[in-house]
């Protein structure tokens, strides 16, 4: 086999693109599944995407990289408050904000993303792709230990890939290219693949479901069964100590931690455990958690929603920081039945909202900006493109499109729940400006576990609310790569559009493909994009080294950081 | 009074097992799919699928609650879906803060409530009577939720005396334990000890004018031994009433105090617990609370004996 090693220029990873050329074979997205890119271009400062948007607030990304000195004072409990305790941290089974947030100050990843949001290797020494891009051979580091004392090798990666593989939503993208996975030595790995898949290491990353690396005897033990307190063991800088359910979940520092030298880069780079112990404390209520906060007894915060920010602003004890955007909101309709699947009915709806009010109701003043793109500025994936049919707040042209599809004034069942106020309120504003089109809208409010069951079935709704988070890369959110999410957009179109950005190696071809889906969204209307929601920092004046080095999209890790006692 | 105690504690079986049914009945009627919750709203229809499989949700209802009311019978009440421990172990670690914090709050409310209302009767229409009305109706006018965070305002954020909120067990640390458990206590307490009092006052009020209490004071006792010993044991009768029900209305109250301060109790788990749909928590729980409630009932009935001696039960 003849192995050429290519750098790519925007990543780490020694890689080699599929060759040219080949012809790839038509293949459907089924699935929650979702497939990323290796190459991520560098990040400029942060800047509203479009020329036409409005920005309400400006700043400019945090360079995210640390200094290479040790410089941080060891010691000390960082105490997180949660927005509640997940039933395991299992990260492997299930994909929740707060066990992304716990497990990844214990468990590593092959992968990881640095500042600029490249994948860079974390377990991995690096990868290497055949001539046919169809073998893809891992090399790990050597000498990491697990926190039970034993060595990680290919073994243990071969069993959690095993575990993994068909539980988690990125592991099951995977399976559509997989043939096997094997152990070639005890520091080497190869993924055999049916067709070439060019985001396998951005599959592989750390992220929300990521594959993390534990002990085969633990991974096979477990098996589709959710791990037992004592199988939280990984290789990351902090290990499990105890869990008491809805009471805290304690971390302590792992002393023979081996990571990596470079200097730390949003997620890559060193990881120094400066603090003693994390624990980290459901607190669902988000006064409480407010109150804790300043009361000096919470470090970190999970979660603040903006009328809470106020209350924090003057504390001097209390730092807020307002980040580049995680999430934008979204106006879900529901394309597989009812008056949704009716494209002229979608353009309409479309055509008859004006987001800035949404913003102002869902996160309030300074909080969001406007922008077209359906990836977040703070990606190279940012695009203009259709610009002119975001934000068109045009009653008129809705009405003449409902008039053109016919529209009998059947009311549209606007689903929602008052446990995500976010949604809630953008719901309500698009209620009323849909009404003031000529639509009549039923807005129906349940919690969210009825939520969730109503979604499921498509003859009882029309139109939800969410949001969508950020992802470095389209391939690896849902509502693109997948036919199954909410609202199941599905056409011929996009599942063509998706092939090509899950399979094209280069990356102007797939920044291409990336426009062709934009324009489809803004030409088939399977959802509305409202704002983009800034992140919120909000921790206490004491936690030092976190802010400006670490990313906070996919939750941050505590590493890097200290506690400086006033 | 053997034999009553004996019957009230039988009457408890078709208690809860009418309570039982009730729950499972409501909690498996509203819609809301557990595995759904716990796999986040990304999960595959696969993977849901293959989770209810696993926590056996797919089975048909009947078979369901047959096999949860056998175990149920055994106080087996199954194993939290969501935790995955037995639901009886989730609730015995959650039955010590909820249990504490509603015996400081019941002790607070009495230790307010009966001096403040004799004080409030004996004092009629004085000024103090007044003033103590109008602090005993803002006790049960405010919404405990507010009063908590008021208290969190001035006694964590502003003074930095007690913590905002999270709790220690008793036998960990018994200062911190305390200081843990005097703001939640004392909210929980002020809302009951509003109630408590003004029923003291009234109570007191027919009492003072009845004719034993003038042939008291005609005898030419003390005022103070006068109400204390004449008057309040007899006032008492349905203060003890108030406090068995104020104490499962604690309880309830305990759902909102143990979310404000973060507590890990049996309210915040039956709330939890309902958003979640871990069914057999929901129903283990409730069914705890009606079996704490008519405990507290009999424990007050037989109380009844000791505070007026003329009360007899079946044949004694």
Not at chain 2, 202 to 209: I, Q, Y
Request: hydrophobic fraction near 45%.
């Amino acid at each position: 086999m003849n192995w050429r090693q290519q750098q790519d220029p925007a990543t780490t990873i020694l890689v080699k693109p599929p060759r040219l050329g080949r012809k790839l074979t038509r293949r459907t997205v089924v699935g929650a599944g979702a497939a990323g890119a290796v190459g991520i271009a560098a990040v400029g400062p942060f800047a509203p995407a479009s020329a036409d948007a409005v920005p309400t607030g400006s700043f400019r990304a945090p360079a995210l990289r640390g200094q290479a000195a040790d410089e941080g004072v060891r010691g000390g409990r960082l105490r997180v408050a949660t927005t509640g305790q997940p039933a395991s941290l299992d990260g492997h089974l299930v994909g929740q904000r707060t066990i992304t947030l716990i497990g990844w100050n214990m468990f590593e990843a092959l992968f990881t993303f640095d500042a600029d949001y490249a994948t860079v290797p974390m377990l991995a020494e690096g990868i290497e792709v055949s001539d046919d891009g169809l073998t893809n051979r891992i090399a790990l580091r050597q000498g990491v230990p697990f926190h039970n004392g034993d060595e990680m090798r290919a073994a243990d990666v071969v069993a959690s890939f095993n575990r993994w593989a068909p539980v988690s939503s990125l592991g099951l993208a995977i399976t559509q290219f997989l043939e096997e996975i094997v152990e070639v030595d005890p520091y080497t790995v190869e993924i055999r693949l049916a067709s070439p898949l060019v985001a396998l290491p951005s599959l592989l990353a750390r992220q929300q479901q990521g594959l993390s690396i534990h002990p085969a005897s633990i991974m096979e033990a477990a098996a589709a069964e959710p791990l037992a307190d004592e199988g939280y063991i990984g290789t990351g800088p902090y290990r499990f100590v105890e869990r008491q359910a809805d009471r805290f979940t304690l971390l302590s520092r792992f002393e023979e931690y081996v990571g990596v030298e470079t200097d730390p880069s949003g997620y890559a780079g060193r990881k120094a455990a400066y603090l003693d112990e994390i624990e980290f404390i459901p607190v669902p209520e988000e006064a409480a958690r407010v109150a804790g906060l300043q009361a000096g007894e919470y470090h970190y915060l999970e979660e603040i929603i903006p009328d809470q920010i106020q209350v924090l602003q003057d504390d001097p004890n209390v730092t807020i920081e307002i980040l580049p955007p995680r999430s934008y909101g979204v106006v879900i309709m529901n394309t597989a039945a009812g008056l949704m699947s009716d494209q002229t009915i979608r353009q309409a709806v479309l055509a008859a909202l004006e987001v800035e009010s949404s913003g102002q109701a869902t996160h309030g003043e300074g909080y969001f900006e406007l922008g077209p793109g359906i990836m977040l500025p703070q990606t190279a994936w940012s695009s203009d493109v259709s610009a002119e049919l975001y934000n068109q707040n045009n009653p008129e042209k809705a009405a003449q499109l409902l008039a053109d599809a016919g529209y009998d004034g059947t009311p549209i069942r606007l689903l929602c729940t008052q446990e995500d106020l976010g949604d809630y309120n953008a719901a309500v504003v698009a209620q009323q400006q849909l009404e003031a089109a000529g639509f009549a809208v039923a807005l129906e409010v349940t919690d969210e576990a009825t939520l969730d069951e109503n979604l499921e079935d498509d003859e009882r709704w029309d139109m939800t609310t969410n949001a969508i988070v950020f992802r470095p890369d389209p391939v690896l959110i849902a509502p693109f790569a997948s036919c199954t999410f909410d609202g199941q957009w599905c056409s011929p179109e996009k599942v063509a559009v998706v092939e090509r950005l899950q399979t094209e190696s280069d990356f102007e071809a797939r920044y291409a493909a990336l426009e062709d889906l934009q324009r489809l969204w803004y030409e088939q209307a399977p959802m509305v994009k409202l704002v983009n929601n800034y992140g919120v920092a909000a921790l206490s004046s004491k936690v030092q080294g976190l802010l400006g080095r670490m990313h906070f999209e996919i939750e941050p890790e505590f590493t890097n950081c200290w506690l400086e006692e006033s | 009074m053997l034999a009553f105690i004996v019957r009230r504690l039988l009457l408890l079986v078709p208690v809860l097992m009418i309570v039982g049914v009730i729950v499972f009945t409501l909690i498996h009627l509203i819609p809301g799919d557990p595995a759904a919750i716990m796999l986040g709203r990304e999960a595959t229809l696969e993977q849901k699928e293959a989770l209810r499989q696993r926590l056996g949700l797919n089975e048909p209802i009947l078979s369901q609650f047959v096999t949860w009311f056998g175990n149920a019978l055994r106080l087996n009440f199954g194993e939290s879906l969501f935790m995955g421990m037995p639901v009886t172990e989730a609730l015995r670690e959650r039955a010590e803060p909820t249990g504490l914090l509603t015996l400081y709050a019941l002790t607070l409310a009495v230790l307010i409530a009966i001096p403040a209302g004799v004080f409030a009767a004996v004092r009629a229409n004085s000024p103090l009577d007044r003033l103590l009305m109008v602090i005993s109706i803002g006790g049960v006018a405010i919404p405990s939720f507010f009063f908590g965070i008021l208290l969190i305002l001035l006694f964590a954020v502003v003074l930095g005396w007690l913590p905002s909120g999270g709790y220690a067990g008793i036998r960990d640390d018994p200062i911190q334990h305390f200081k843990y458990m005097l703001l939640p206590s004392l909210t929980l307490g002020f809302s009951a000890a509003g109630l408590l009092a003004r029923l003291v006052r009234s109570t007191m009020l027919d009492v003072l004018n009845d004719d034993y209490v003038r042939t008291a004071y005609a005898k030419g006792l003390r005022e103070r031994s006068v109400v204390v010993l004449h008057a309040l044991r007899n006032a008492l009768i349905p203060v003890l009433t108030v406090i068995g029900i104020a104490l499962g209305g604690m309880l309830g109250g305990a759902v909102v105090i143990e979310t404000v301060f973060n507590i890990p109790g049996m309210g915040r788990l039956l709330v939890q617990s309902v958003t979640r749909r871990d069914f057999p928590v929901v129903q283990g729980a409730v069914m705890t609370v009606a079996a704490v409630q008519v405990l507290v009932m009999l424990l007050v009935d037989v109380l009844y004996v000791f505070v007026d001696p003329r009360i007899r039960y079946g044949g004694d």
